[in-house]
């Protein structure tokens, strides 16, 4: 069983599953040092980091050497940013603000083909090699991210009517907790509430669900809360965890 296969099945089956998240290296080396059997897959971030085209191809082909599921958060959903995406070798896509059906019925569209989507079939890198036609929509991954009140509000019908095409139900933590009333507070009771509520729904209707979590304590908390994806850190939080360490270290030398 492949890394994508076995990914499809931790989702199917909402065992734990580990990601972390690009935004500021766009060297693949990087990936190389990242790479290790316990990551599940790596989410380069379109919508807050530092990736353009080209870029972003390139790392997408090393994690398709590698054999390590990629994913893209897209800066909104719209299929040909979407549909670009799966062309260059992404094998999932996350939708930041998702809030109603319209926002799936296009990410559907636009990551699939008929007579689940609309997608051409023109990209140089949307097949893996050997891959068949037939078999594209197993491990071709939808993460919709909830991160308003709005977005809750609407999680249930949007499971009802997509829920076939969700592997997993993801929280924005900072940007909900703006939409709830505290700004950054991701640990106060309203945030808390929601991130609950969230969990619970996502469970009740059989799907994994996930958080992005800064750090150990967090994820653990989160795990106990109902999760099952842990989205953990970025390249830059672990840049500045060890440099900060490293820093402190040679501080305290007399």
Not at 31 to 60: I, K, P, R, S, W
Not at 80 to 100: C, Q, V, W, Y
């Amino acid at each position: 069983m492949n890394k994508y296969e076995r990914l499809a099945k931790k989702f199917k089956n909402r065992e734990k599953i580990i990601g972390t998240t690009m935004i500021i290296f766009k060297n693949p080396i990087i990936l190389e040092c990242m790479n290790c059997d316990e990551l599940d897959y790596v989410l380069f971030d379109a919508e807050h980091g530092v990736f353009d085209t080209q870029n972003t191809v390139e790392l997408l082909q090393v994690c398709r050497l590698m054999g390590l599921p990629a994913f893209v958060r897209a800066q909104d959903a719209e299929y040909h940013l979407i549909a670009k995406a799966i062309d260059m070798g992404a094998d999932g896509i996350m939708i930041p603000r998702t809030e109603s059906l319209e926002q799936l019925r296009t990410a559907v569209d636009a990551l699939l083909f008929y007579p689940d989507g609309k997608k051409g079939s023109g990209g140089h890198a949307q097949f893996r090699k050997g891959e068949a036609y037939a078999d594209f929509k197993k491990t071709r991954f939808l993460m919709p991210q909830i991160e308003s009140p709005k977005g809750i509000e609407m999680l249930p019908k949007m499971l009802d009517e997509y829920g076939e095409y969700i592997s997993a139900v993801m929280i924005g933590p900072y940007d909900l907790s703006i939409m709830v009333g505290t700004p950054k507070d991701i640990k106060s009771r309203e945030m808390i509430s929601a991130i609950q509520k969230i969990f619970d729904i996502s469970n009740s209707y059989g799907k994994s669900c996930g958080i992005f979590c800064d750090d150990e304590v967090l994820a653990q908390k989160y795990r106990d809360m109902g999760c099952n994806v842990l989205w953990t850190s970025s390249d830059k939080d672990f840049y500045m965890r060890g440099y900060n360490e490293e820093m402190q270290v040679l501080k305290n030398i007399k």
